[in-house]
Antibody, heavy 113, light 107 residues
Framework: EVQLVESGGGLVQPGGSLRLSCAAS????????MNWVRQAPGEGLQWLSHIGKSGSPVYYADSVRGRFTISIDNAKNLLYLQMNSLRAEDTALYYC??????WGQGTLVTVSS | EIVLTQSPGTLSLSPGERATLSCRASQSVTSNYLAWHQHKPGQAPRLLIY???IRHTGVPDRFSGSGSGTDFTLTISRLEPEDFAVYYCQDYSSPPYTFGQGTKLEI
Protein backbone atom coordinates (compact mmCIF):
# COMPACT_ATOMS: atom_id res chain seq x y z
CA GLU A 1 0.00 0.00 0.00
CA VAL A 2 1.32 3.42 -0.98
CA GLN A 3 1.86 5.66 2.04
CA LEU A 4 3.03 9.25 2.14
CA VAL A 5 3.51 10.92 5.52
CA GLU A 6 4.41 14.59 5.77
CA SER A 7 6.11 16.17 8.76
CA GLY A 8 8.00 19.29 9.74
CA GLY A 9 5.19 21.81 9.81
CA GLY A 10 4.67 24.27 12.61
CA LEU A 11 4.55 27.91 13.62
CA VAL A 12 7.27 30.15 12.21
CA GLN A 13 7.78 33.91 12.16
CA PRO A 14 7.73 35.87 8.92
CA GLY A 15 11.11 35.67 7.27
CA GLY A 16 11.87 32.35 8.91
CA SER A 17 12.56 28.91 7.48
CA LEU A 18 11.15 25.41 7.73
CA ARG A 19 11.98 22.11 6.10
CA LEU A 20 9.11 19.77 5.35
CA SER A 21 9.65 16.05 4.86
CA CYS A 22 7.54 13.40 3.19
CA ALA A 23 8.26 9.78 4.04
CA ALA A 24 7.27 7.38 1.28
CA SER A 25 6.61 3.66 1.51
CA UNK A 26 4.84 0.91 -0.39
CA UNK A 27 6.42 1.65 -3.76
CA UNK A 28 9.80 2.06 -5.44
CA UNK A 29 10.42 5.71 -4.59
CA UNK A 30 13.04 6.25 -7.30
CA UNK A 31 10.60 5.26 -10.05
CA UNK A 32 8.25 8.20 -9.54
CA UNK A 33 8.28 11.96 -9.82
CA MET A 34 6.94 13.77 -6.78
CA ASN A 35 5.19 17.07 -6.12
CA TRP A 36 4.26 19.45 -3.32
CA VAL A 37 0.80 21.04 -3.25
CA ARG A 38 -0.69 23.34 -0.63
CA GLN A 39 -4.08 24.57 0.49
CA ALA A 40 -4.31 27.90 2.25
CA PRO A 41 -7.20 28.42 4.68
CA GLY A 42 -10.45 28.79 2.76
CA GLU A 43 -8.69 28.39 -0.56
CA GLY A 44 -8.26 25.68 -3.17
CA LEU A 45 -5.33 23.46 -4.08
CA GLN A 46 -2.18 25.16 -5.36
CA TRP A 47 0.66 23.25 -7.03
CA LEU A 48 4.07 24.34 -5.71
CA SER A 49 6.90 22.19 -6.98
CA HIS A 50 7.85 19.07 -8.95
CA ILE A 51 10.91 16.87 -8.86
CA GLY A 52 11.67 14.16 -11.37
CA LYS A 53 13.02 10.69 -10.79
CA SER A 54 16.54 10.82 -9.38
CA GLY A 55 16.18 14.51 -8.62
CA SER A 56 15.66 16.20 -11.94
CA PRO A 57 14.14 18.11 -13.49
CA VAL A 58 12.72 20.45 -10.87
CA TYR A 59 10.02 23.05 -11.38
CA TYR A 60 8.44 25.68 -9.15
CA ALA A 61 5.36 27.85 -9.07
CA ASP A 62 6.15 31.54 -9.52
CA SER A 63 4.94 32.27 -5.99
CA VAL A 64 7.69 30.15 -4.39
CA ARG A 65 10.53 30.15 -6.92
CA GLY A 66 13.72 31.42 -5.32
CA ARG A 67 12.41 30.81 -1.78
CA PHE A 68 11.53 27.11 -1.76
CA THR A 69 13.76 24.19 -2.75
CA ILE A 70 12.55 20.67 -3.48
CA SER A 71 14.86 17.68 -3.08
CA ILE A 72 14.83 13.93 -2.56
CA ASP A 73 16.89 11.31 -0.74
CA ASN A 74 16.30 8.08 -2.65
CA ALA A 75 18.28 6.06 -0.11
CA LYS A 76 15.88 7.10 2.64
CA ASN A 77 12.71 7.36 0.52
CA LEU A 78 12.28 10.96 1.56
CA LEU A 79 11.01 14.03 -0.24
CA TYR A 80 11.84 17.48 1.14
CA LEU A 81 10.69 21.05 0.77
CA GLN A 82 13.06 23.65 2.17
CA MET A 83 11.10 26.85 2.70
CA ASN A 84 12.95 30.11 3.28
CA SER A 85 11.84 33.74 3.59
CA LEU A 86 8.41 32.62 4.69
CA ARG A 87 5.48 35.00 4.44
CA ALA A 88 2.05 35.12 6.03
CA GLU A 89 0.56 34.04 2.71
CA ASP A 90 2.54 30.79 2.90
CA THR A 91 0.28 29.68 5.76
CA ALA A 92 -1.32 26.49 4.49
CA LEU A 93 -1.66 22.75 4.70
CA TYR A 94 1.17 21.25 2.66
CA TYR A 95 0.70 17.93 0.85
CA CYS A 96 3.18 15.70 -0.91
CA UNK A 97 1.85 13.66 -3.79
CA UNK A 98 3.21 10.91 -5.98
CA UNK A 99 2.33 11.83 -9.54
CA UNK A 100 -0.98 13.23 -8.18
CA UNK A 101 -2.39 9.70 -7.82
CA UNK A 102 -1.44 9.22 -4.18
CA TRP A 103 -1.45 11.92 -1.54
CA GLY A 104 -0.35 12.37 2.05
CA GLN A 105 -2.54 13.78 4.81
CA GLY A 106 -0.64 17.05 4.91
CA THR A 107 1.37 19.07 7.42
CA LEU A 108 0.27 22.50 8.62
CA VAL A 109 2.54 25.52 8.27
CA THR A 110 1.58 28.73 10.04
CA VAL A 111 3.57 31.89 9.39
CA SER A 112 2.80 34.48 12.01
CA SER A 113 4.48 36.78 14.51
CA GLU B 1 0.01 29.04 -18.34
CA ILE B 2 -3.40 27.41 -18.64
CA VAL B 3 -6.18 28.79 -16.44
CA LEU B 4 -8.89 26.32 -15.44
CA THR B 5 -12.33 27.70 -14.59
CA GLN B 6 -14.77 25.43 -12.81
CA SER B 7 -18.52 25.88 -12.66
CA PRO B 8 -20.63 26.10 -10.72
CA GLY B 9 -18.80 27.25 -7.63
CA THR B 10 -21.29 25.44 -5.43
CA LEU B 11 -23.75 22.74 -6.43
CA SER B 12 -26.60 21.83 -4.06
CA LEU B 13 -28.12 18.41 -4.71
CA SER B 14 -29.58 15.44 -2.86
CA PRO B 15 -28.46 11.81 -2.62
CA GLY B 16 -29.62 9.87 -5.66
CA GLU B 17 -29.48 12.87 -7.97
CA ARG B 18 -27.07 13.36 -10.87
CA ALA B 19 -24.24 15.88 -10.60
CA THR B 20 -22.56 17.57 -13.55
CA LEU B 21 -19.41 19.60 -12.90
CA SER B 22 -17.70 21.65 -15.57
CA CYS B 23 -14.06 22.62 -16.12
CA ARG B 24 -13.09 25.02 -18.90
CA ALA B 25 -9.47 25.63 -19.89
CA SER B 26 -8.12 28.91 -21.27
CA GLN B 27 -6.30 26.92 -23.97
CA SER B 28 -6.34 23.36 -25.17
CA VAL B 29 -5.09 20.81 -22.62
CA THR B 30 -2.27 18.82 -24.19
CA SER B 31 -3.18 15.18 -24.87
CA ASN B 32 -6.19 15.56 -22.58
CA TYR B 33 -3.91 15.46 -19.52
CA LEU B 34 -6.85 16.55 -17.37
CA ALA B 35 -7.51 15.05 -13.94
CA TRP B 36 -10.31 15.32 -11.40
CA HIS B 37 -9.66 15.12 -7.66
CA GLN B 38 -12.07 14.82 -4.75
CA HIS B 39 -11.20 16.55 -1.48
CA LYS B 40 -12.99 16.23 1.83
CA PRO B 41 -12.16 18.30 4.94
CA GLY B 42 -9.43 16.71 7.04
CA GLN B 43 -8.60 14.12 4.40
CA ALA B 44 -6.03 13.73 1.68
CA PRO B 45 -7.17 14.63 -1.81
CA ARG B 46 -8.16 11.63 -3.91
CA LEU B 47 -7.59 11.15 -7.62
CA LEU B 48 -10.80 10.16 -9.39
CA ILE B 49 -10.17 10.61 -13.10
CA TYR B 50 -7.09 11.07 -15.27
CA UNK B 51 -6.65 11.40 -19.00
CA UNK B 52 -10.00 13.24 -18.95
CA UNK B 53 -12.02 10.02 -18.83
CA ILE B 54 -10.07 7.17 -17.19
CA ARG B 55 -11.22 6.17 -13.73
CA HIS B 56 -8.41 5.67 -11.22
CA THR B 57 -8.13 2.33 -9.46
CA GLY B 58 -10.95 1.72 -7.02
CA VAL B 59 -13.12 4.65 -8.11
CA PRO B 60 -16.80 3.67 -8.36
CA ASP B 61 -18.29 3.62 -11.84
CA ARG B 62 -20.86 6.26 -10.91
CA PHE B 63 -18.00 8.73 -11.51
CA SER B 64 -17.27 9.48 -15.16
CA GLY B 65 -15.20 12.06 -16.97
CA SER B 66 -15.61 13.39 -20.48
CA GLY B 67 -14.46 16.15 -22.75
CA SER B 68 -11.44 17.21 -24.74
CA GLY B 69 -9.56 20.31 -25.78
CA THR B 70 -10.85 23.06 -23.51
CA ASP B 71 -14.12 21.70 -22.13
CA PHE B 72 -14.32 18.89 -19.62
CA THR B 73 -17.05 17.42 -17.43
CA LEU B 74 -17.17 15.25 -14.34
CA THR B 75 -20.47 13.43 -13.91
CA ILE B 76 -21.62 11.58 -10.83
CA SER B 77 -24.57 9.51 -11.95
CA ARG B 78 -26.30 8.88 -8.60
CA LEU B 79 -25.00 10.77 -5.62
CA GLU B 80 -24.12 8.87 -2.50
CA PRO B 81 -23.82 10.63 0.89
CA GLU B 82 -20.02 10.21 0.80
CA ASP B 83 -19.75 12.09 -2.51
CA PHE B 84 -20.39 15.49 -0.94
CA ALA B 85 -17.00 17.18 -1.13
CA VAL B 86 -14.99 19.68 -3.13
CA TYR B 87 -13.93 18.63 -6.63
CA TYR B 88 -10.94 20.05 -8.50
CA CYS B 89 -9.91 19.68 -12.09
CA GLN B 90 -6.19 19.81 -12.87
CA ASP B 91 -4.01 20.17 -15.94
CA TYR B 92 -1.02 17.88 -15.46
CA SER B 93 0.39 18.13 -18.96
CA SER B 94 3.35 20.33 -18.03
CA PRO B 95 4.34 22.67 -15.20
CA PRO B 96 2.73 24.65 -13.71
CA TYR B 97 0.27 21.87 -12.91
CA THR B 98 -2.70 24.17 -12.54
CA PHE B 99 -5.80 23.36 -10.50
CA GLY B 100 -9.22 24.85 -11.02
CA GLN B 101 -10.69 26.81 -8.13
CA GLY B 102 -12.95 23.91 -7.17
CA THR B 103 -16.66 23.08 -7.11
CA LYS B 104 -18.23 22.43 -3.73
CA LEU B 105 -20.86 19.72 -3.93
CA GLU B 106 -23.21 20.10 -0.98
CA ILE B 107 -26.43 18.58 0.21
Amino acid sequence: EVQLVESGGGLVQPGGSLRLSCAASGFIFGDFEMNWVRQAPGEGLQWLSHIGKSGSPVYYADSVRGRFTISIDNAKNLLYLQMNSLRAEDTALYYCTRRFNSWGQGTLVTVSS
Amino acid sequence: EIVLTQSPGTLSLSPGERATLSCRASQSVTSNYLAWHQHKPGQAPRLLIYGASIRHTGVPDRFSGSGSGTDFTLTISRLEPEDFAVYYCQDYSSPPYTFGQGTKLEI
